[in-house]
C-alpha cells in the first residue's frame, strides 16, 4: 500500500475522535423543481472523508456531496435529469443498471457527444423496474468516479415491505495521502494490471462510518452500492442473519447470505432484510473478510438497551418482480467471451489451454503497446468500436464467458439484466437476475437473457482501471 492510512486504522482514529450518532449515514436528496425533474450539477468540491484529526479533501462531485444527491421515484414514473458540467474536463452520466433507451445510456462518443464543461445534457427516460440503482460519470470513470462522482438511484416499489427503517449504503475506498488528499496517481500502471486502484480508506456514504444505532426486534432493509473502482467487500454481519432479497436491483428468492459473506464487487447493489436478533446493550462488528490477511470492522452497529419488539416481525419480505423477459435457454443463440491479460495472465492462459506460448516480456510489451486486458483478443482503446458481437433483437441470448486471468472481474452489461445460470458448469441457486457478475480467477460463468433493447451497449469489467486498460467492448442488439 503506498499511502499511510489503512481502513484499520483510519476507523480505529475515527472512533477516538468522535461520539456515535446516526446522521452520519443520511443521505440528501435530490432537489426536484417539479416530481421528477433533477438537476446534477457535476463540479469540484471538499468533503470530510477521514476522521478526525485530518482535514476536508478535494473531490469532484455531484451537488456538492458525496455522493451526489439520492434521485428517488416510484415504479414507472418519468425521470428528467438535468447534468450541468462545471468541471474542466468532459463528462456524461451513465444511469448504471436501468434498462434505459440507448440515447439516455450516457456513453461518450457512443450514445451521445461527451458534455464539454459549462454545457448541459438532459436524460429523460422512464423507471421501469424497482430497485437500488446509481449513477456515475462515464467519461474517464477510472479518475472521475474515483474523486467522488456517484449517487443512489432508488426506484421503489409500487407496495414495498414492510419495514421499520431503510438504509441506503455507498461504500466507496479512497486511496488518501497523509494530509487525506486524494492520491493523484490515477491510471497507474501497476494497478491497472493488477486488481485496480485499491485504497486506504472506506466509507459509507462518503464519511468513515460512526457505530450505528439499531434496536433489538428492529427490521431494516438495507440498499448495498458499492461505488468503488476495484474494491471488491465480502461482508460478514456476525450474528445477524441477513436475507438477500434482491441483486442488482432485481428481485431474488429471499435467502440467507451464501457462506455468511456477502460479496459485492465494484458496480454491485444487495438488498438485505436484517432483523436485529441481537440482546440489548451488544455490538455488532460488520467485518469486510475479502483480503483474509486485511479485514477490518467497516461498522460497528450498537443495540440500544430498550428493545423495540420482543420477537421477530413475520411481515414478508417478498418484492413483486420486475417485468423482464424471461429467455429460453433452449433455443438462446450462445456466444462465447473469453477475457484474456493483466499480470500473470500467461500462466493462466497456459494452464486453460488457451496459450499461445507468449513468453512474459513479449506479455509485458503486449500490454504497454496495445493494452493490458482484452475481450476475445482485444483490447479496446475509448468508446469508439466496432461491436465484438451483434445479437439478433428480441431473441434469447446465452453468453459463456470465461475468466482467463489471475484476478477477479465485476462484468457489467447496459441496457439489459441478464440470468446468471451456471459456475463452471454448476447451475446458480437463484438464477439470479443481475447487471454486473463477479468472475472469480479461471472461472467460467453462463448468463442469458432476451436482447430486446436495440441499440450499441457497453459490455465491460467495472473494476474502473481495467476497463481503462481496454477490458471493454460493444454489444449491438440489432
Ligand atoms: Cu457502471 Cu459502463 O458502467
Ligand atoms: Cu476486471
Not at 434521485?71 to 450541468?84: E, S
Not at 476495484?230 to 428481485?251: E, H, K, M, S, T
Not at 467495472?462 to 477490458?471: C, F, K, N, V
Request: net charge negative; charged share 20%.
Amino acid at each position: 500500500m503506498r499511502s499511510a492510512l489503512s481502513p484499520t486504522l483510519s476507523r480505529r482514529g475515527f472512533l477516538a475522535g468522535s461520539a456515535a450518532s446516526g446522521t452520519a449515514f443520511a443521505l440528501r436528496p435530490a432537489w426536484a423543481d417539479t416530481p421528477g425533474i433533477f438537476t446534477l450539477r457535476a463540479a469540484p468540491g471538499r468533503a470530510r472523508l477521514a476522521p478526525y484529526p485530518w482535514g476536508e479533501s478535494d473531490i469532484w462531485c455531484y451537488g456538492g456531496t458525496v455522493p451526489g444527491p439520492e434521485i428517488r421515484v416510484r415504479q414507472g414514473a418519468r425521470l428528467r435529469i438535468v447534468v450541468d458540467n462545471a468541471l474542466a474536463e468532459d463528462t456524461t452520466v451513465h444511469w448504471h443498471g436501468l434498462r434505459v433507451p440507448n440515447a439516455m445510456d450516457g456513453v461518450p462518443h457512443l450514445t451521445q457527444p461527451p458534455i464539454v464543461p459549462g454545457e448541459s445534457f438532459v436524460y429523460e427516460f422512464d423507471a421501469v423496474d424497482a430497485g437500488t440503482f446509481w449513477y456515475h460519470p462515464h467519461q474517464r470513470s477510472f479518475e472521475q468516479v474515483g474523486r467522488g462522482l456517484y449517487g443512489p438511484l432508488i426506484v421503489e416499489e409500487a407496495t414495498p415491505p414492510r419495514v421499520d427503517r431503510e438504509l441506503v449504503w455507498v461504500l466507496d475506498d479512497w486511496r488518501l495521502t497523509q494530509d487525506a488528499s486524494i492520491a493523484a496517481d490515477f491510471g497507474d500502471f501497476h494497478d491497472m494490471s493488477h486488481g485496480g486502484r485499491l485504497g486506504n480508506t472506506v466509507t459509507i456514504n462518503g464519511r468513515v462510518p460512526d457505530a450505528m444505532p439499531v434496536r433489538a426486534g428492529e427490521r431494516i432493509r438495507l440498499r448495498l452500492i458499492n461505488s468503488a473502482n476495484a474494491r471488491i467487500f465480502a461482508l460478514d454481519f456476525g450474528n445477524l442473519a441477513p436475507q438477500v432479497i434482491a441483486l442488482d436491483g432485481q428481485p431474488v428468492a429471499p435467502h440467507s447470505v451464501p457462506g455468511g459473506r456477502l460479496v459485492l464487487g465494484p458496480a454491485m447493489r444487495a438488498d438485505l432484510m436484517i432483523d436485529v436478533t441481537t440482546e440489548p446493550g451488544a455490538t455488532v462488528s460488520v467485518i469486510d473478510r475479502f483480503f483474509a490477511k486485511d479485514a477490518y470492522a467497516l461498522v460497528d452497529l450498537t443495540v440500544a438497551e430498550t428493545p423495540l419488539r420482543d420477537a421477530q416481525p413475520d411481515w414478508s419480505m417478498d418484492l413483486a418482480p420486475n417485468h423482464l423477459p424471461e429467455p429460453n435457454i433452449g433455443r438462446a443463440h450462445r456466444h462465447e467471451v473469453t477475457f484474456t491479460g493483466g499480470m500473470m495472465g500467461g500462466m493462466v492462459e497456459r494452464k486453460m489451454g488457451l496459450s499461445n506460448g507468449r513468453g512474459m516480456r513479449g506479455m509485458m510489451n503486449r500490454m504497454h503497446d496495445s493494452g493490458i486486458w482484452f475481450v476475445n483478443g482485444v483490447a479496446a482503446e475509448g468508446h469508439i468500436l466496432d461491436p465484438m458481437l451483434t445479437l439478433e433483437r428480441d431473441a434469447s441470448h446465452v453468453i459463456a464467458m470465461t475468466n482467463a486471468t489471475a484476478f477477479h472481474h465485476p462484468i457489467h452489461l447496459h441496457g439489459h439484466s441478464f440470468r446468471v445460470l451456471s459456475r463452471d458448469g454448476t447451475p446458480t441457486a437463484h438464477r439470479e437476475w443481475q447487471d454486473t457478475v463477479l468472475m472469480a480467477p479461471r472461472e467460467r460463468v453462463e448468463i442469458a437473457f432476451v436482447a430486446d433493447n436495440p441499440g450499441d451497449w457497453m459490455f465491460h469489467c467495472h473494476i474502473l482501471e481495467h476497463q481503462a486498460g481496454g477490458m471493454m467492448g460493444v454489444i449491438r442488439v440489432a
